[in-house]
């Protein structure tokens, strides 16, 4: 049986006002959660979260879904199993809500759960840690997706392809933390999700991202943080478990004098089409792009990296690193290009940021086209838009041929 995707909105009126308490509602188990056909729905409304009781068969759950809104109403219920295991006819009911229905089958329509949750178009802020995905059980097809409602990400901006490419909260939904030397987000769980969100640390020696499970997925994403230290296993974006697949990230270091931008710990991850930098105009651009920890191996393909100053170093660390067509700012790595910053970006300028691509650019077109990559750039651009993918998280429309968008027709541009 397939896992069932639980869709919650996350905001001021969504299902949960903030990420965490999205997280908060999650089963236990993931893979073990079930969705049943239900009727005789009796009583009330059932309360997001509440315990249950399944009279009959004696089991307990906890509830994540139903298309019940109250009494001789409703069709499925979903929901995590903390004891026991639910039969046909037993009567399920709400600790909280006193709400009841019945179980029509012992069988399950569903096993397993996607638990999504959609930000709305808003920033969430505040001191400490911001969100911690943890402690579910999880697998392939039965993890947490954290994502955007549709139309709140970055993405779909009506003005995409003009913005300035950094953080801004007014374009989309964000999370931002304001702690010195804390995350921002941390996900522990194995095989979650994160796509289409803008993520910050502000405070000095804040980290935007930790990825600490043994895979996971992470796409669509912009990361800015002002991590200062020295340790491997820290950084805007770090890692402390094994495997993750990283792609169409900006991840932008704001601190000047950092040690590094990202640090890999002993991981082994992926990175494609991600645009990895410092602004150029730092007092003291960071010693090194990326810096690894004991072990490891780094796959980073199609990706541009500059530091702002060319006397620095793309990698630090006895991590063993695969680049492929990347292009820098620093010379002497094999696989990666040396191109002139200020060419390259719309504002390499820390106040003005824009990491967009601009015409002339070294990266355009010269990145690597196979299935690894990513099929849209990070404002869902379709890839690749000319005559090979463009190096880094984004991909230029070409004012001079037709470009293709997510969900448009293919349109010729012009300057004027």
């Keep these: 049986m397939a896992a069932v995707t639980v869709v919650k909105a996350i905001g001021t009126t969504g299902v949960f006002?903030?990420?965490?308490?999205?997280?908060?509602?999650?089963?236990?188990?993931?893979?073990?959660?079930?969705?049943?056909?239900?009727?005789?729905?009796?009583?009330?409304?059932?309360?997001?979260?509440?315990?249950?009781?399944?009279?009959?068969?004696?089991?307990?759950?906890?509830?994540?879904?139903?298309?019940?809104?109250?009494?001789?109403?409703?069709?499925?219920?979903?929901?995590?199993?903390?004891?026991?295991?639910?039969?046909?006819?037993?009567?399920?009911?709400?600790?909280?809500?006193?709400?009841?229905?019945?179980?029509?089958?012992?069988?399950?329509?569903?096993?397993?759960?996607?638990?999504?949750?959609?930000?709305?178009?808003?920033?969430?802020?505040?001191?400490?840690?911001?969100?911690?995905?943890?402690?579910?059980?999880?697998?392939?097809?039965?993890?947490?997706?954290?994502?955007?409602?549709?139309?709140?990400?970055?993405?779909?901006?009506?003005?995409?392809?003009?913005?300035?490419?950094?953080?801004?909260?007014?374009?989309?939904?964000?999370?931002?933390?304001?702690?010195?030397?804390?995350?921002?987000v941390s996900c522990t769980e194995d095989n979650s999700l994160l796509s289409n969100l803008q993520i910050n640390a502000t405070g000095l020696g804040g980290r935007a991202l930790a990825a600490g499970s043994t895979a996971g997925l992470y796409e669509n994403l912009i990361l800015e943080g002002k991590y200062v230290g020295t340790s491997a296993a820290l950084g805007v974006l770090y890692l402390s478990g094994t495997t993750y697949t990283f792609r169409n990230l900006l991840i932008v270091q704001r601190a000047s004098g950092a040690d590094h931008i990202i640090g890999t710990s002993t991981a082994s991850p992926n990175f494609y089409n991600c645009t990895i930098v410092a602004a150029d105009d730092l007092a003291t651009a960071p010693d090194s792009i990326f810096l690894s920890g004991a072990s490891g191996t780094v796959t980073v393909q199609n990706c541009g990296m500059f530091d702002g100053d060319s006397t620095k170093a793309i990698k630090a660390g006895s991590a063993t690193f695969n680049f492929t067509t990347c292009y820098s700012d620093i010379s002497g790595t094999a696989g990666v290009t040396q191109a002139t910053y200020a060419n390259e970006f719309v504002s390499v300028a820390d106040a003005t940021r824009d990491f967009k691509l601009k015409l002339g650019a070294a990266q355009i077109g010269n990145g690597t086209t196979d299935a690894t990559n990513a099929a849209t750039d990070i404002v869902g651009t379709l890839r690749p838009s000319g005559v090979g993918y463009d190096v880094g998280c984004w991909e230029l429309v070409n004012y001079n041929v037709p470009r293709l968008f997510v969900g448009q027709a293919v349109k010729r541009a012009s300057f004027f």
Excluded: M
């Design 17 to 184: 006002s903030t990420p965490q308490l999205w997280e908060d509602g999650a089963p236990a188990n993931l893979t073990t959660a079930e969705k049943s056909a239900a009727s005789s729905f009796l009583t009330a409304a059932f309360i997001q979260g509440e315990v249950l009781s399944f009279v009959g068969s004696g089991a307990t759950g906890k509830l994540l879904d139903t298309d019940s809104t109250g009494p001789g109403n409703g069709t499925y219920i979903t929901y995590g199993i903390t004891t026991g295991n639910p039969a046909t006819n037993d009567v399920v009911t709400g600790i909280g809500s006193g709400a009841t229905c019945v179980l029509s089958s012992g069988t399950p329509d569903n096993v397993g759960v996607i638990w999504e949750g959609q930000c709305q178009n808003q920033e969430f802020s505040g001191t400490g840690v911001q969100l911690f995905i943890s402690s579910s059980t999880s697998n392939s097809s039965a993890y947490k997706h954290l994502t955007t409602v549709p139309g709140a990400s970055f993405r779909d901006n009506a003005n995409k392809q003009t913005n300035a490419l950094r953080f801004d909260s007014s374009n989309g939904a964000s999370i931002t933390g304001s702690s010195a030397n804390q995350v921002t």
